[in-house]
């Protein structure tokens, strides 16, 4: 099992950057795919970003492709979202998530997930 804390949410101008940061406890971080979530008022939770376990494959929504970069270091059992040219669109609260097996194709289904943050909250003024 894997316990996951965000942080890094907050108020931004539009435009503007900021970096979320997860950070998980518990055995085997390095097994586990991660991705990101969001969940706006009144929406569902929509997928943001994926990436394996190992780091070298990231996938992204389309609204956030070439905005927003995930990563992780599995040495500090982290994984991050650098979210840039930012957009009021995107606020809403961000969740990580932690997969012990995505079906291929299927990163961005939230149903992939086994373990979940308790979110972060982006708000991007206009």
């Known amino acids: 099992q894997v316990q996951l804390v965000e942080s890094g949410g907050g108020l931004v101008q539009a435009g503007g950057s900021l970096r979320l940061s997860c950070a998980a406890s518990g055995r085997s971080f390095s097994s586990y795919a991660l991705g990101w979530f969001r969940q706006a008022p009144g929406k569902g939770r929509d997928f943001v970003a994926h990436v394996s376990w190992s780091g070298q494959i990231t996938y992204y929504a389309d609204s956030v492709e070439g905005r927003f970069t995930i990563s992780r270091d599995n040495r500090k059992n982290t994984v991050y979202l650098q979210m840039n040219s930012l957009k009021p669109e995107d606020s809403a609260v961000y969740y990580c998530?932690?997969?012990?097996?995505?079906?291929?194709?299927?990163?961005?289904?939230?149903?992939?997930?086994?373990?979940w943050g308790q979110g972060t909250q982006v708000t991007v003024s206009s």
């Open positions: 998530a932690a997969s012990t097996s995505v079906t291929y194709g299927l990163w961005s289904q939230s149903r992939e997930y086994d373990y």
